[in-house]
């Protein structure tokens, strides 16, 4: 157990919609990074915060927006989803900047039908 | 840009042997780090290992343990006595030290540990 939790696990919906992926970080934890895993893309970076800034951001889509709250969990908000948007989400997180590791969380499988 | 290539998308090994997996990477940067990570079927990311570029001396955790070559920027990960439960998939990840703190991941080798 890495001490991130994601939620939900799964994720079924539908073409056009809408969805929102939640991750805690491990405690004293300051940066989140979201990462998506593809069968075609393989694992991506999307978007980086740290201490509720926006750090970087990599291969994200407009569609998708991301946010770091007070308490540091952060959210993935993805939108009008597409097929090829299916895929497994992770959240990881890390204590800072200073090239410390990144422990991952269980990941999200979201299915658009 | 980073890159990172797995060059061996499957590899397999008898149980209780040692096995390499090869990993080279692109870079201009002179400070970074590696990783090795393993996924298992249950598709969790677990650390394996890591390698800060300015230290010449190879990382090691138990069994697993990296040979670095700087300037042939390869990154290989040696698993010895290999067990049952190391088969999984094994991404190669590169991170800046400055700037940019996202991990760059190879394709992945898919480890089959034969009994």
């Known amino acids: 157990d890495s001490g991130v939790t994601q939620t939900p696990k799964h994720l079924i919906t539908a073409t056009g919609q809408r969805v929102t992926l939640r991750c805690s970080p491990r405690s004293g934890d300051l940066s989140v990074y979201w990462y998506q895993q593809s069968l075609d893309q393989g694992l991506q970076f999307l978007i980086q915060y740290y201490n509720g800034e926006e750090r970087a951001k990599g291969n994200i889509l407009e569609r998708f927006s991301a946010q770091q709250f007070p308490d540091l969990h952060s959210e993935l908000n993805l939108s009008s989803l597409e097929l090829g948007d299916s895929a497994l989400y992770f959240c990881a997180s890390s204590r800072g900047t200073s090239g410390g590791e990144q422990y991952f969380g269980p990941g999200t499988r979201l299915t658009v039908l | 840009a980073q890159t990172v290539t797995q060059s061996q998308p499957e590899m397999s090994v008898q149980e209780a042997e040692t096995v390499t997996l090869s990993c080279t990477y692109d870079t201009s940067e002179s400070d970074y780090y590696l990783f090795w990570y393993k996924q298992p079927p249950s598709r969790q990311m677990i650390l394996v290992i890591r390698q800060e570029a300015y230290k010449q001396q190879n990382a090691t955790e138990n069994r697993f343990s990296v040979n670095f070559q700087k300037a042939a920027k390869s990154f290989s990960l040696k698993i010895s006595d290999s067990q049952l439960g190391d088969a999984a ?27």
């Not at chain 2, 190669?92 to 034969?114: D, I, M, P």
């Open chain 2, 89 to 115: 998939m094994y991404f190669c990840a590169y991170r800046s030290q400055g700037g940019s703190e996202k991990l760059v991941f190879g394709k992945g080798t898919k480890l089959t540990v034969n009994p």
